[in-house]
């Protein structure tokens, strides 16, 4: 049976909850014949930890020293930010952890290798990074965060950041649920992996990942079942794990367990939650009937709080399909053409944006129906 590991941070002592955490996790025969290891944190952009928003690194500090005393020689911290990867590295000093016996490796820079998705859900192929084809073991460390698209963005999520920039936001266009399960289910069938969710600081809000509020849960959730790991952070952020799609899919495409895991440590009851979380669009197993959905109640953005705006264009050049410009320094979205993708939500740090569920009063009634009648959340 599957299993999840929940532990409370005592802070200042990271390593001690780090270490029985993974003691639990990586055992020695999880690391039998394992040679290279890569840690792959959420670094979104250059916002500290303690914002929410990304991978706290005193989790990976306190992992690179168990990892040495299991006598691990090649340690490898890989990211892709959506940002700047250069610029997010330094501004968070992430080359720092080198000095413990890691290597950090900016993705970016590295040497692509095409691979084709076992699913085919949205890409038929994309790149990884040599560093993520040449490890043993992946230790995926992302962070709890609500998620204007998706809902969430934990485990399953974070590996997202693996493929090439270019790939992400095709991904966004195709559909970015079946691109994160492309990416998952090649990387779960080809390597071994340990799945951390950083809830020491996570973020709530209906404009995650990049922006919301920080909230101190002082946790750290782990396991070697992705699936089972993002089931248990959902239900400690206070919903059902059914209504984030992705994590839906990939249970259903029998990647991991939603419902069929042991506990250890803290229980889901004690430690859970409520979160503020973004409207959310019905989903349904079927493919037609989300998209239907997804369609009909579109998010759309657009500027709220214009005086914030610097003009920094991050927006317009992070939108997949060219769909924002700034005419008379004034921030322009064409609402016909969006395909609320979020994107520019997501690019946007000064928290200009906003955003609008198409068909907003049929949504509200809808959603009040569905809590009255099925007391669903
Ligand atoms: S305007 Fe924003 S939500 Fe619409 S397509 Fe562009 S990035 Fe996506
Ligand atoms: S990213 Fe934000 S601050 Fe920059 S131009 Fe767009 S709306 Fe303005």
Redo the contacts with the bound molecule.
Sequence with gaps: MSHVCITKVKDPDIYNAVKSCFSEIITDELLNGVRKILIKPNLLNSSPAHTGVTTDLRIIESLIGILREKNIKEIIIGEGSFEDTEKVFKALEVYRLEKFGAKVVNFEEDEWIVVESPLKLALKHFHLPKTVMDCDLIINIAKMKTHSDTGVSLGIKNLLGCILKRERMAG?IMGIEKTILDVFSYLTENKRMVSVIDGIYALEGRLGPANGNPVKMDLIIAGTDSVAVDAASVRIMGYSPERIRHILLASGFGFGEIENYEVSGESIENVKRRFDMPPRIPSFRSYLLSYLMEEFFK???YPKFEERCTRCES?AL???????TLINSKVN??EK?????????E?CRRGV?D?RVQHELIYGVGRFVYKLVLRGD
């Design positions: 966004h998010k759309i953005p927006c992070s939108c997949p399909i060219g769909n924002i979205i064409d053409e969006c395909i609320g993708c979020m994107v520019c939500i690019a944006l955003y």
